[in-house]
């Protein structure tokens, strides 16, 4: 990423980035294809009168929106938002959309660029002023309960996306005070950064009747009553993008899983004296045969050292990399090189698409096992305020702790600890033990980290 | 499209129009990536001071650029562009990125939403206010002769991806008062809509050192000395894709070249008396076996008659139909239906997916035979302004005019006809003829036509 461009929060993708950005947007499609979503594009221009529609919605957003004033030399008669994201334009065409019942459910997604004033400290991929890849899928039913079977299905496509990408995550239901704007309920993904804060994700919204009623959302019952639907929306950003490089990566940098890696495979030849003509061709006929094979390969066969090129293609991840030495020619074979341990092997020709695809298949899930293994780690019950804040003060990962559900005793845990509360594990179980704050009996187990 | 989206000059993708423009974007990714071109993503916000560097540039776009002056509450410092276009952008970059001769060429492209403040009357895909797809590449070159070879690899790409989609064309060299806003000469594809009016589909630039200069792109040769950079850009938008609208589509609808249309066969079960599962069967297993060979299929499966299914479909540019009635399945076949000719014939079950590859494969020769025959029927010579004015009057098409190369003789071309000066021909022969306007040798043929 090019981080020198002269506006605040603003970057720009280079090549392989995008690439890698590209292949993450392909398995999220994926996913949200095979459960029925269809991909539509809506306008980036919001009028102000559409946008200022909901109430409570535009309280959690006027600070953060920026408007457009002037076309040419002309100042405009309404102002156009900039969307920090699309209920406003979208919902108001769900209205022409849905007639009866048999327009409904509607499960539509877009990928698009969406635009907050942060004034906070900006980071490229964590917080922007342009979010340029935001994912926002929204639904409309015609029942509570199909809205909320939606919510479970968000979920489980989220955790799938996450699995896919190795991203050890938690799920939580965000406190009263921290649901997204016109929301009944918010929930949360959320994963660790190496500092031991941890970073949202994704986003899950039910948003009730809210929206629905602002935006007259009616369908025809068959029996010719007018009801308004109930309504979902669910995100994520290039912050997946982000946990993908804090999860995998280390002091060398990039470390991709194979999936999403725009290169899976660099082939080095080393040349040797008078001998550089047979590696160089071995090079290419194994990048053929390794392409055919439907992997993305690359022979580097620029005029550097061996060892630079290593170092290159290591800070950048590069999952898997075949070297071809002298010796390697003589014996019939490759040496592979994995970039997430460094473990050296050679590999017979004869073998050679076999065991590669055996070795990208047994990175992707060293990977995945080792973050979710550190993460687990970080994941800790702690039942007393002391461990809390301890735990807060050394920013020493997320802590799980028994809470009564009183709005009171959350906001309390938040200012004593210095820390965030996240929300009410999803699925998880009710503690036995007490709310450290009142000491009444704990309804469930909150999560509470230094949040980015 | 969705065109009722309440701000002038935006609309909506629908989904199957935005998987039509996605399978677009991917014929002329593909294109630019095997010519060595890397894709990038620019912001969308431009600071004023930045926009304004280069005069030229500006005097072209002041009067259609959106200002961002607000961020919430606050007044913004610098007032921010939407951008019409990423020169100004993207070449500050290029001087952080250019220093020595071996960093050039730089080849990128990017694929983006670029804002026009439209004030004629707006159209879907055509004249817009936010221009949701517009592919721009920009390169830079140490060489004159680079900068030129790249415009012409440049023309080469386009001419491959409108071949592609069977968009017919002609390439000008726009006269000196249409030339892009800081270009040395622009070149441009126009195509005919069916009302006998062009519309510009793409346009090549050569910037030469305009651009360098102002953003001072310099690189060092290898003897220490410091030069400004040569420049290119080119560009398309989705005009291409109403260009593919226009040039196939009829009365019913749509008529889609195969590889663009998001469904490439749709097969349409005939149930009849007590033999629904059988025919139901058959399309099932047809689907799977074309989806294998790779193609786009889909069964409509839906309650409604035959008739209606078909309309459904041929509205939308389906290219080949497959009916599966009680005759087929009798005969072991399957009865295609062409949607641009509506030719119908009977398949053996055996031959199908052969059969079917050779029918889309003839559609899409067809397709592309004919709009090419409609539209070199529609440019015609023309030597006397009589004859070129009564083009103009009936929008007879485009106009082959000789032209003495003076800007006085292309202007009074343009105002005694009415009509506008594409421009010289790209790699046109001279003609023999004299200009109509000042009756001295031309030096060129200079196209003539109404234009969108």
């Known amino acids: 990423m090019e981080t020198r461009y002269p506006v605040k929060g603003l970057y720009v993708w280079l090549p392989h980035g995008l690439q890698l950005r590209n292949h993450v947007l392909a398995i999220i499609r994926r996913f949200l294809e095979q459960a029925e979503h269809r991909e539509v594009l809506f306008p980036l221009l919001i009028p102000e009168n559409l946008f200022k529609k909901e109430a409570e919605h535009i309280r959690g957003f006027e600070n953060e929106v920026y408007w457009v004033t002037h076309g040419g030399r002309d100042k405009l008669d309404v102002k156009l938002a900039l969307r920090p994201t699309s209920e406003t334009s979208i919902y108001p065409m769900f209205a022409l959309w849905i007639r009866s019942h048999a327009d409904l459910p509607i499960k539509i997604y877009q990928v698009v660029?969406?635009?907050?004033?942060?004034?906070?400290?900006?980071?490229?991929?964590?917080?922007?002023?342009?979010?340029?890849?935001?994912?926002?899928?929204?639904?409309?039913?015609?029942?509570?309960?199909?809205?909320?079977?939606?919510?479970q299905e968000a979920v489980q496509i989220y955790k799938r996306f996450f699995d896919e990408l190795g991203v050890p995550y938690v799920v939580t239901k965000r406190p009263p005070w921290d649901t997204f704007a016109g929301a009944e309920y918010s929930l949360a993904f959320d994963t660790l950064a190496p500092d031991g804060r941890t970073l949202q994700v994704g986003?899950?919204?039910?948003?009730?009747?809210?929206?629905?009623?602002?935006?007259?959302?009616?369908?025809?019952?068959?029996?010719?009553k007018h009801h308004h639907v109930y309504q979902t929306c669910y995100g994520i950003s290039e912050r997946v993008i982000a946990a993908v490089v804090m999860a995998h990566g280390d002091d060398i940098g990039l470390c991709l899983p194979p999936n999403i890696a725009p290169i899976q495979v660099v082939i080095v030849p080393i040349p040797y004296k008078a001998k550089e003509a047979p590696v160089g061709q071995i090079a290419t006929v194994i990048k053929n045969e390794l392409a055919a094979a439907g992997l993305r390969v690359h022979v580097d066969e620029r005029d550097l050292r061996p060892g630079n090129k290593f170092y290159y293609w290591e800070r950048r991840g590069v999952p898997l990399r075949l070297e071809i030495g002298p010796e390697d020619v003589k014996k019939n074979q490759v040496?592979?090189?994995?970039?997430?341990?460094?473990?050296?092997?050679?590999?017979?020709?004869?073998?050679?698409?076999?065991?590669?695809?055996?070795?990208?298949?047994?990175?992707?899930?060293?990977?995945?096992?080792?973050?979710?293994?550190?993460?687990?780690?970080?994941?800790?019950?702690?039942?007393?305020?002391?461990?809390?804040?301890?735990?807060?003060?050394?920013?020493?990962?997320?802590?799980?702790?028994?809470?009564?559900?009183?709005?009171?005793?959350?906001?309390?845990?938040?200012?004593q600890t210095d820390g965030d509360l996240l929300g009410e594990e999803f699925d998880g179980t009710i503690p036995t033990e007490v709310c450290p704050i009142c000491s009444k009996k704990a309804k469930a187990n909150v999560l509470i980290a230094r949040t980015y």
């Not at 015609?142 to 079977?149: L, M, S, T």
């Not at 986003?203 to 010719?224: C, I, M, R, W």
């Not at 590999?347 to 047994?362: N, S, Y």
């Open 113 to 151: 660029n969406i635009f907050r004033y942060e004034t906070k400290m900006t980071k490229p991929m964590i917080r922007l002023r342009e979010v340029t890849t935001f994912k926002e899928a929204h639904t409309a039913h015609v029942k509570r309960e199909e809205a909320e079977a939606q919510v």
């Open 203 to 224: 986003t899950v919204h039910n948003l009730g009747q809210n929206f629905a009623k602002v935006y007259d959302l009616k369908y025809e019952t068959p029996s010719g």
């Open 335 to 415: 040496t592979a090189v994995r970039r997430d341990t460094g473990e050296k092997q050679a590999i017979a020709r004869e073998v050679l698409e076999t065991k590669v695809k055996q070795l990208l298949g047994r990175i992707t899930s060293d990977l995945n096992d080792r973050a979710w293994k550190l993460f687990h780690e970080s994941v800790k019950s702690a039942s007393d305020m002391g461990t809390v804040k301890r735990m807060m003060e050394k920013r020493g990962g997320i802590a799980r702790v028994p809470w009564c559900g009183e709005e009171a005793c959350g906001k309390a845990l938040e200012e």
